[in-house]
C-alpha cells in the first residue's frame, strides 16, 4: 500500500494515500471556530428555559446588567422590533431565535447576554430573572395530533406540520387483499443526538467602516445560510461573508440554522464589536438539531413461497417545536420513500404525518441522507420479520426478491429510478466472506443447549447526490455543486468547492480526482472550501452528497482545462489538435512520445505563450447538475451472542461488504464506512434522547447519553464489489452514511434472530441489556 504523508506523486482514483489534512489534524493545528480570537472580541451566553411549555411573564435583568463586565443583554422583545425574533426555516417554516410570549421546549435560549468574557456571561446568565407560567406540555407526537392537544405553536391552530404521501393506496390495498401472508411490525427509530466532537458556535464581527458582516460558523452549508441571512436582513449579500473554518464533525446536526449564529451577528452589528458565541456540550445535547424520532408502522405482503408483493407504511414523524429539518424543499419526509429497498416490489403506499412537539427542532440529522436512515431500517427489519414468519432463511429470502441485475436502471414502486446495482453479488460476497451456513449450523446446534445466537442481516440501498435540479432545491436554489480549478504559471493548483467538509477528506479526494485526469501531483493541488468570498457557489456537505456532485464537477472541470491544455500542446508542438495524445501528465503528436510537452509546460504557456485566438489563463468552472441520484448499497452481516443471565448482546463479528461504485480513495472510504458502521452500532445498543410526558430531558450529557468508545466497538470485517454509476463521470457514487444507514437493522436483526423461537418479534433500538433481559425474563430464561 503506498503511504506516503504527506502524499506525493500524481496519485488518482483508487489510490490509497493518506490524508492530506492529517497533517495539521495529528499536530493540534487545525483551526476550528473557537480558536479563533480577534481583538475586542465579547462573548455571548445564552439563559435558557427550564421548561417544555410556558408562557413568560417577565424577564428582568437589572441584576445581571450589574454584573462587572456585562455589555448587553438581549430579549426577544428587542429582536423583534429589528424583525429579527423569528427567522424562516429550510423547509418553509419559521423558528424562534428568541421568544417574545412563550417558550417551546426545555433548554430553549431565552435572554442572551454579552459580557467581556465567557465567565462573566455565565454569572451573568445565573442573574437574569424570568418569571414563567407554565402551560400544558406535550412531548408525544401521537397526542400532540389528537384535536384536544395543547398546542405547541403561538402561531399555528394544530400541531399537524404536514401529511405527506407516496404511491398507489388502492393498488397497494388490492395486492394486501389478495397476499397469502402479511406481516406486520411497529418500529420506533429513537431520538439521537448528532454527537460529533466540536459543537456548534460562531463568531460575527461586522465592520462599521465597510459595512461588511463576517461570520465564522460551524455550517455544513455555509453558501446557503449567507443567502438566507441576506434574505432576512437586508444586508447585500455580497456584504456577508461566511466561513466555515475547520469543523469538528457536522454528521448533518450543522446544517440547522441556531440562534446563535443570528444573535451574535446582531449583536455584533449593534456593538461594533466581534462577538463570539460556543455552545458547551450539555446545551449541545439539549438544544440542538435532533436526528430520526420516526414512529413507524410497517406491513409486508407476500406470496406463500416468499415473494414480496406489497409494502405498506404509515409514520408518525416528531418534529420538536419548529419544522426544522434540513430536506429539500419538495421531500417533507426526506427521500423516506427509497422504503422498498433492495426489492422488486409492484405496490407500495407511504404516509408520513409530521407532529410539532415541545421538544427541540431538527429531523433528518445524523448520517441519514434524508431520512433513508429510517427507511432502511423498516423495509429491512420487515424482510427478516417475514422470512421468520414464513420459516424461510432470511438470506435466501433476499435473494429471491432482489431486483436482478439486469433491470437496472430500475424504476421503483414509488418513482426512482436506480442507477445501478447487484444487490444478490453483494450479498453472497458476505455470506461467503462470514460463513454463513456454517455459522447457521453452529447456531442450531446451539440451540440445542440452550445458548443462544443470532445473524442478522441487511441489504441496504443508499439513494445519494441531491440533486437533478428538476426535484432538488432548498429554499428555490437548486441542488447543484460547483468547482473553480485554476492552474498557475508554474503548474501548481488552487481549486474551490460549493461543497464543505467536515472531516471526510475533501482536501486528499478532491486532488486525487484533478490528478487522475490531469496529472498534477496530489502536493501540487491545494483544495479550498467554506469561504463565501471566495469558493464557488454550492449547496453544502450533507446527505454523501460531495463525492456524486462537487466530485464531479472536480472531473467535469479538469476535462475543461484538458480541453484547452490540448489546443495549448499543439501549438507548442506544432501538431493539429487531433493528433495530440495525453498520457499520465504528458501531451505528444500521435506515435511520437518522446518528444513531449508536460501539463507543467502547458500551463506555462497558457500565460506566456498561448495560441492566437486563444484567451490567456487556465482555469474552468463548473456548476454541475447530476442527471440522477447515485445509489449505493451494501450487504452486512452481524453474529451476535446472548447473554441469558444479564441480556447482555455481544457482537462476535460484523461483515459489510459496500459497492460505492468507483472508488477515489479507498483508505478514506473505509474509515468512512468503520466510522459510519461504528454510529449504527451506536444507534442500535446505546443512543437515545428521551423526555418525559413533560417534555424535561431525561439526562443531558455523556453520562447517560452512551456512545460509544474504542471498548464496546466491534471490529468490523470489510469488503467491495464495485457498480459504477452509469451516469457520474467518474462511476462513483456517494459513501459517507450507507454504513448508519444500512447496519442498525443488521444489529437488530440479529439480536431478533436469536430470540425469534423465545416470542420476541421486535425489541425497539437502543437494545440495551435491560430490554433483552426483560424478554428473557418473562420466557423464564433469565434469573
Ligand atoms: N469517497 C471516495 N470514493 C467514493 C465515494 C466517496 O473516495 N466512491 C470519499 C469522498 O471523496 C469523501 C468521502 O469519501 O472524501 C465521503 O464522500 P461522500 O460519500 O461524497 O460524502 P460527503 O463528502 O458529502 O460527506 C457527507 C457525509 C455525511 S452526509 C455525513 S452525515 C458524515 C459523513 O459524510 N459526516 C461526517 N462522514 C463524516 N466523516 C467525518 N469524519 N465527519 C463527519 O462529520
Ligand atoms: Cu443527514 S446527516 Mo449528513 O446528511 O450531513
Same mark, same amino acid.
Given at each position: ?7 506525493t506523486?500524481?496519485?488518482?482514483m ?5 490524508r ?24 455571548l451566553v ?6 417544555a411549555?410556558?408562557?413568560?411573564k ?6 445581571a446588567k450589574?454584573i462587572p ?9 428587542e429582536l ?13 417554516d419559521k423558528m424562534?431565535?428568541?421568544?417574545t410570549?412563550k417558550?417551546v421546549f426545555?433548554g ?5 447576554i454579552i459580557a ?10 445565573n442573574q ?24 405547541v405553536?403561538p402561531?399555528k391552530?394544530?400541531n399537524?406540520?404536514?401529511r405527506?404521501e407516496a404511491g398507489?393506496?388502492?393498488?397497494t390495498?388490492?395486492v ?8 406486520s ?9 448528532v ?15 465597510s459595512g461588511?458582516l463576517?461570520l465564522?460558523?460551524?455550517t455544513?452549508a ?7 441571512f ?6 447585500p449579500e455580497n ?8 469543523i469538528?464533525?457536522?454528521f448533518?446536526?450543522k ?9 451574535s451577528a446582531y449583536?455584533?452589528?449593534k ?13 449541545d ?6 436526528a ?5 408502522h410497517g ?8 415473494i ?6 404509515k409514520?408518525?414523524?416528531?418534529h420538536?417545536?419548529?419544522?426544522g429539518?434540513a430536506?429539500p424543499?419538495k421531500f417533507p ?11 422488486d ?14 421538544k ?10 434524508f431520512r ?14 417475514l ?16 431486483i436482478?441485475?439486469?433491470?437496472f436502471?430500475?424504476?421503483s414502486a ?23 451456513y ?5 447456531q442450531?446446534?446451539k440451540?440445542k ?11 441496504f ?12 432545491? !432548498? ?5 447543484f455543486?460547483s ?5 498557475h504559471?508554474t ?10 467538509a467536515?472531516?471526510q ?5 478532491y ?14 493541488i491545494?483544495?479550498e ?9 454550492g449547496?453544502?456537505?450533507?446527505a454523501?452528497r460531495s ?6 464537477a472536480?472531473?467535469v472541470a ?13 501549438h507548442l ?7 495530440i495524445v ?7 503528436v500521435k ?13 506555462l ?6 495560441p492566437p485566438n486563444i ?5 474552468a468552472?463548473?456548476y454541475?447538475n447530476?442527471?440522477?441520484?447515485t445509489?449505493?448499497?451494501g450487504?452486512y452481516?452481524?453474529?451476535v451472542?446472548?447473554?441469558k ?5 455481544k457482537?462476535?463479528r460484523?461483515v459489510?461488504?459496500?459497492?460505492c461504485?468507483?472508488i ?8 468512512? !464506512? ?5 454510529m449504527g452500532f451506536?444507534t442500535?445498543f ?10 424535561n430531558?431525561y439526562g ?9 468508545t474504542?471498548?464496546e ?6 469488503d467491495k464489489?464495485?457498480?459504477p454509476?452509469?451516469?457520474?463521470p ?24 436469536a430470540l ?5 418479534k421486535?425489541?425497539?433500538m437502543p437494545i ?5 433481559w ?6 423464564g430464561?433469565?434469573s
Open positions: 500500500m503506498e503511504e506516503t504523508l504527506p502524499p506523486g500524481v496519485h488518482g483508487g489510490h490509497k494515500i493518506r492530506k489534512e492529517d497533517v495539521r489534524f495529528l499536530m493540534g493545528k487545525g483551526t476550528y471556530v473557537d480558536d479563533i480570537k480577534l481583538p475586542n472580541m465579547a462573548y445564552f439563559v435558557r428555559s427550564p421548561y411549555h410556558a408562557k413568560i417577565k424577564i428582568n435583568v437589572e441584576k450589574s463586565g456585562v455589555i448587553d443583554i438581549i430579549t426577544g422583545e423583534d422590533k429589528a424583525g429579527l425574533a423569528w427567522i424562516p426555516t429550510l423547509m418553509g424562534m431565535v428568541l421568544p410570549d417558550v426545555q430553549q435560549e431565552v435572554v442572551a467581556e468574557d465567557r465567565y462573566a456571561a455565565m454569572d451573568a446568565a437574569v430573572e424570568i418569571e414563567y407560567e407554565p402551560l400544558e406540555p406535550i412531548a408525544d407526537p401521537k397526542k400532540a395530533l389528537e384535536p384536544n392537544s395543547p398546542i405553536r402561531d391552530k394544530s399537524l406540520v404536514f405527506w398507489d393506496k388502492e393498488a390495498d388490492k394486501f387483499k389478495e397476499a397469502d401472508i402479511v406481516v411490525q411497529d418500529f420506533y427509530y429513537q431520538r439521537l443526538h454527537a460529533y466532537m466540536e459543537p456548534v458556535g460562531s463568531i460575527a464581527h461586522y465592520d462599521p467602516v461588511k463576517t465564522w460558523m460551524t455544513q455555509p453558501h446557503v445560510v449567507r443567502t438566507v441576506s434574505l432576512v436582513t437586508k444586508i456584504k456577508i461573508r461566511i466561513v466555515s473554518p475547520d469538528g464533525g457536522g448533518g446536526g446544517v440547522y440554522v441556531y440562534p446563535g449564529y443570528v444573535v449583536a455584533s452589528i456593538l461594533g464589536r466581534p462577538v463570539k458565541w460556543i455552545n458547551t456540550r450539555s446545551e445535547m439539549r438544544s440542538t438539531a435532533f430520526r424520532d420516526f414512529h413507524i406491513e409486508l405482503a407476500a406470496k406463500k413461497d416468499g414480496i408483493v406489497g409494502l405498506r407504511i409514520v408518525i414523524s416528531d420538536g417545536a419548529f419544522y429539518d430536506n424543499s419526509a426526506g427521500l423516506f420513500s427509497i422504503c422498498t429497498g433492495a426489492y416490489i409492484k405496490a407500495a403506499y407511504v404516509e408520513v404525518t409530521g407532529a410539532y412537539t415541545n427541540p427542532a431538527g429531523g433528518i440529522a445524523y448520517r441519514c441522507s433513508v436512515t429510517e427507511a432502511s431500517y423498516t423495509i429491512e427489519r420487515l424482510v427478516d420479520t422470512a421468520h414468519e414464513l420459516g424461510m432463511d432470511p438470506a435466501e429470502l433476499r435473494l429471491k426478491n432482489f436482478p441485475s439486469e433491470k436502471p430500475y424504476r414509488l418513482g426512482w429510478t436506480y442507477d445501478s446495482g447487484n444487490y444478490a453479488s453483494a450479498l453472497k460476497k458476505a455470506m461467503e466472506k462470514i460463513g454463513y456454517e455459522l447457521r449450523k453452529e442450531e446446534e440451540k443447549k440452550g445458548e443462544l445466537m443470532g445473524i442478522g442481516i441487511s441489504t440501498v443508499e439513494i445519494v447526490g441531491a440533486g437533478p435540479a428538476d426535484l432538488f432545491d !432548498i429554499v428555490g436554489i437548486k441542488m455543486d468547482a473553480e480549478i485554476r492552474i504559471p503548474g501548481k493548483v488552487i481549486a474551490r468547492f460549493g461543497t464543505r467536515q472531516g477528506g475533501h482536501e486528499t479526494t486532488a486525487q480526482i484533478i490528478s487522475e485526469i490531469l496529472g498534477i501531483p496530489v502536493e501540487d491545494i483544495v472550501e467554506g469561504d463565501t468570498d471566495t469558493c464557488p457557489y449547496l453544502g456537505t450533507y454523501s463525492t456524486p456532485t462537487a466530485g464531479a472536480a472531473a479538469s476535462r475543461k482545462i484538458l480541453d484547452k491544455a490540448k489546443k495549448i500542446a499543439a508542438l506544432e501538431a493539429r489538435e487531433e493528433d495525453f498520457e499520465k501528465g504528458k501531451f505528444y506515435g511520437y512520445p518522446d518528444k513531449y510537452k508536460t501539463i507543467q509546460d502547458v500551463a504557456a497558457a500565460y506566456t505563450n498561448p484567451e490567456a489563463g487556465l482555469e468552472v463548473t454541475y447530476p442527471p440522477n441520484m445509489f449505493p448499497f450487504a452481516i452481524c453474529v451472542d446472548v447473554d443471565g444479564t441480556g447482555q448482546v457482537v462476535r460484523f459489510a461488504v459496500d459497492d461504485g468507483n477515489i480513495n479507498p483508505v478514506i472510504v473505509d474509515g468512512q !464506512i468503520m466510522g459510519a458502521l461504528t451506536g442500535a446505546m443512543e437515545e434522547i428521551r423526555y418525559d410526558e413533560n417534555g430531558i443531558g450529557s455523556f453520562a447517560e447519553y452512551l456512545i460509544p474504542a471498548v466497538t466491534p471490529r468490523w470485517e470489510l464489489t464495485v457498480t454509476s452509469p451516469h457520474h467518474l462511476g462513483a457514487k456517494g459513501v459517507g452514511e450507507s454504513a448508519t444507514v444500512g447496519s442498525p437493522a443488521a444489529f437488530v436483526n440479529a439480536v431478533v434472530d425469534w423461537d423465545l416470542g420476541a421486535h425489541i425497539d440495551w441489556p435491560w430490554k433483552v426483560k424478554v428473557l425474563k418473562e420466557k430464561m433469565a
